[in-house]
């Protein structure tokens, strides 16, 4: 990825990019037929200073307008004549037929001093052989590897960020791709101090490597000015940190397939000798140099014009759901059926090519279509001039990735009007890693992000070796807490008791925190009084000890659960009747849940005398038989007002409910409870289940399944019925369970250790049956609450478009787990200091 630029000495301006004007032939220009002409000069030039004041002051503007001049056009910097070369044809004659013939220009031979000899600064037979060295990095069978390093680095980059943060796109794009290219070509990893020495020194690199290519002697390049002491001082840092990846990759036992493995395996052919410390780190540091910047600043871009264009992200995320699941590693195959993703990339690469300007110096005379140029002639392009030709280009500042389609003028232009990565045999090597690097990268941030603008902090153009994307702040949001108006009618006023409760745990195992990746911050009283919820709460407290569930003695402890906060927080629209069912509800099976912490966990027996009583009311049988609790012997008698409250409760849930809904609801109640049942026998014989197995058994034990259908006695009356039927629910309900069920699982993970019985905990049957550590188990507990999070959001999208009139049920489903992820990172109920029974 050459990138060489010329010096900006005045502010950038915020101003929207300029463009070329379209072609025409003016008095006195060369006609066509004419053999061998001398490129006409651009009008304007100034005594002793020719036409550098007008590139200096907006050279993009300046050079798009020299295209109406003819294909070629001499300009003067000073004493210096360049051409320009602005027909597109005429540029890919130079990068491929003229290759040879016009080397790199003198731009570029200053950055040898930081680059050395290597594949970026070598021409000829020596460049041939350092890209024969290199191509196997960039080969296709290494695609897929890097693919699946691109997504876990931007995961995790992204998982670190937070809901509300501000982020300076520019910054965090940069370190993004800087961490991608260390990761995936170097297998080595960056301390973020080194990482933040490489972003400071390269503006002082580049500005150098400008000043010092304009100057009339290169002796002055050796004085101490103050510019080529930081050109100087950012050369050893860039070293430095190369140097760093380098040795941290060969220490680690990294790939024989990375960068600097391949190239120390190697040998010169024109010595037969091994290439030396010097090639090693040449190479090394034109990939950190040039596989940063660049992609960094379109992937700036391309937010930027997303924050611009909604309808185009919304498709986007459209397209991801059908071809590239939420959570899963992108694959080669993937990535090529995300065609409109591709035209959106193209698109940001036209309208913002990342190198502003490219030079070739003539070693000998040659001709550019009917233009003679003499030897010794420096010859400019501006790919960013290229691809704003109005020409080729109708509406050249209009973001339009349709342009992009078959049959769309981008597409019908031909391959050399558009060249953002060259062209011939100095075409960027790593333009396939470019191109998955940008798509994997947008995708997973977009998945799990979205971003909304902040004021006065949009992008504008700064041109310097790049036409980068300087001053974008975004406000980052969960994606999916935001995608539709909220229901709820006020917004949250922080509280004490919120404070509070945002601050109980700072080490939070699931990503984001309190309010993870795709969550909103729950709204425990965002439609009801503030003291609604205290009032449930004191009642509850009642109707526990009313129903002899549990003594005086034992309810302090329990109320330390602060359970109907859960409540809270999950259901922020009920109040009155059906704010007490659900806090009762609640409170019932996690008394019933705590029973089985003792005997009746591990004595089928006893679990059954429990269990059957419950079950036959589902049934309506008759209450009481043989097999009652209260017919236990003495020593493991059940709560006395367990089945009596369960009665009630029943009765309370399902009075005002359709046949459907207590068919739907008897059966999920019946797959809870039984649960209990499978435990009990598991530990009784001795046995654990597999990983499936533990995972159906906990998504019905989570009780979550009968918490969604009250989700609808909350609301008054049953889903659409057509909703139901919609095997894209039933996947969302399982997520919903599944989510909500891990999330537990992490919190109560050393509670349930300390229980005498096998606990059927997510995490530690991840640890048994993979044989991993008990962090990477949980760690993988916790890359699963995110995919199933992530594939939520894309679920209830896609049903929020058939079925509008479901949406308060769609968004239970989140409130839900949101809820559950509140209150459990909260909650003492987990911090008890040993077994129950």
Not at 161 to 174: F, I, Y
Not at 232 to 249: E, I, K, P, S
Not at 563 to 577: D, V
Request: include cysteine; charge should be positive.
């Amino acid at each position: 990825m050459p990138r060489t630029a010329l010096p900006r000495t005045t502010p950038p301006k915020a101003a929207a990019p300029r463009t070329a004007a379209p072609r025409s032939t003016p008095p006195g220009a060369p006609s066509p037929g004419t053999p061998s002409a001398v490129p006409p000069l651009a009008p304007g030039a100034l005594p002793g200073l020719g036409h550098a004041p007008a590139l200096l002051r907006d050279p993009l503007g300046f050079l798009g307008s020299l295209a109406r001049y003819g294909g070629v056009v001499r300009i003067r910097l000073g004493p210096r004549t360049v051409c320009v070369v602005t027909d597109p044809a005429l540029v890919h004659t130079l990068l491929v037929a003229l290759a040879h013939d016009c080397p790199r220009g003198a731009v570029q031979d200053t950055l040898k001093t930081a680059f050395g000899d290597g594949l970026l600064m070598s021409e000829g037979v020596a460049h041939r052989d350092r890209r024969r060295i290199l191509q196997p990095a960039f080969g296709p069978d290494r695609m897929a590897e890097y693919l699946a390093v691109m997504h876990q680095v931007t995961e995790e980059r992204a998982g670190h960020w937070r809901p509300g943060q501000v982020l300076d796109v520019a910054k965090e794009m940069n370190h993004l791709a800087l961490e991608i290219v260390t990761r995936a070509l170097f297998d080595a990893r960056l301390g973020e101090d080194a990482a933040l020495a490489f972003h400071r020194a390269l503006p002082d690199l580049v500005k150098g490597q400008i000043v010092q290519s304009l100057y009339p002697h290169p002796a002055l390049a050796r004085l101490p000015l103050p510019v080529n002491r930081r050109f100087d001082a950012a050369v050893r840092v860039l070293n430095r940190v190369v140097d760093q990846a380098v040795r941290g990759g060969a220490r680690s036992g990294a790939s024989t397939g990375t960068l600097p493995a391949l190239l120390r395996a190697a040998t010169d052919p024109a010595t037969g000798r091994a290439l030396n410390a010097a090639d090693v780190r040449s190479e090394a540091i034109t990939m950190f140099g040039a596989g940063t910047e660049t992609v960094s600043t379109t992937l700036t871009w391309l937010f930027d014009e997303l924050l611009r264009h909604p309808q185009v992200e919304a498709r986007i995320l459209a397209e991801l759901d059908e071809h590239l699941p939420a959570g899963t590693v992108p694959t080669p195959e993937a990535l090529a059926r995300l065609g409109y993703t591709r035209s959106v990339t193209r698109e940001v690469l036209r309208l913002h090519a990342p190198n502003a300007f490219l030079m070739r110096t003539a070693s000998v005379p040659v001709e550019l279509g009917r233009y003679r140029i003499p030897a010794g002639t420096e010859l400019l392009y501006s790919l960013t001039a290229l691809h704003r030709d109005p020409a080729l280009h109708p509406e050249p500042l209009r973001f339009d990735p349709d342009r992009w389609r078959e049959d769309g003028e981008a597409a019908t232009a031909g391959r050399q009007s558009f060249l953002p990565f060259g062209a011939g045999k100095h075409k960027c090597i790593g333009e396939a890693f470019a191109w998955a690097e940008l798509t994997v990268a947008a995708a997973a941030i977009l998945r799990r992000w979205r971003p909304t603008a902040v004021r006065g902090a949009r992008a504008r153009e700064v041109v310097w070796t790049t036409v980068q994307a300087q001053g974008l702040h975004v406000r980052l949001a969960p994606r999916g807490s935001d995608t539709r108006p909220p229901t709820s009618p006020a917004p949250v006023r922080a509280t004490a008791t919120n404070r509070a409760t945002a601050t109980a745990r700072p080490a939070c195992p699931v990503p984001g925190g309190a309010a993870a990746p795709g969550s909103v911050p729950p709204a425990p009283t965002a439609a009801r009084r503030p003291d609604e919820l205290r009032t449930a709460t004191a009642r509850h407290a009642g109707w526990v000890l009313g129903h002899d569930l549990l003594t005086a003695a034992e309810l302090p402890r329990y109320q330390a659960y602060a359970l109907p906060k859960l409540i809270g927080h999950a259901y922020p629209r009920a109040r009155g009747a059906e704010l007490d069912l659900l806090v009762d509800v609640l409170g019932w099976f996690t008394i019933l849940d705590d029973r089985f912490d003792g005997p009746p966990g591990h004595r089928p027996a006893q679990a059954r005398a429990i269990v059957d009583p419950l079950l036959a009311v589902l049934d309506r049988q008759a209450p009481h038989s043989p097999t009652v609790p209260r017919a236990l012997p003495a020593q493991a008698p059940p709560a006395p007002g367990l089945l009596d409250a369960w009665q009630e409760l029943w009765h309370r849930q399902a009075e005002p409910m359709s046949p459907a809904w207590r068919a739907r609801a008897t059966r999920e109640w019946r797959a809870c409870l039984e649960t209990f049942l499978t435990e009990s026998t598991h530990r009784a014989e001795g046995t654990t289940p597999g990983l499936a197995e533990t995972m159906r058994l906990r998504r019905h034990a989570s009780c979550l399944y009968p918490f969604m259908n009250i989700l609808e006695r909350v609301h008054g009356g049953d889903a659409p019925a057509r909703l139901h039927a919609e095997p894209a629910l039933h996947r969302l309900r399982a997520h919903t369970a599944d989510a909500a069920t891990l999330i537990n699982d992490l919190y109560s993970l050393e509670r349930e250790e300390l229980q005498p019985a096998t606990a059927f905990n997510t995490v530690l049957t991840v640890q048994r049956v993979r044989g991993c550590t008990r962090r990477q188990a949980a760690r993988t507990v916790r890359d699963q609450i995110a995919r199933l999070r992530e594939e939520s959001g894309t679920l209830r999208r896609r049903l929020l478009l058939d079925h509008p009139a479901g949406q308060w049920y769609l968004d239970g489903t989140r409130e839900l787990v949101d809820g559950v992820l509140a209150w459990t990172s909260t909650t003492n109920r987990y911090l008890s200091a040993g077994p129950r029974g």
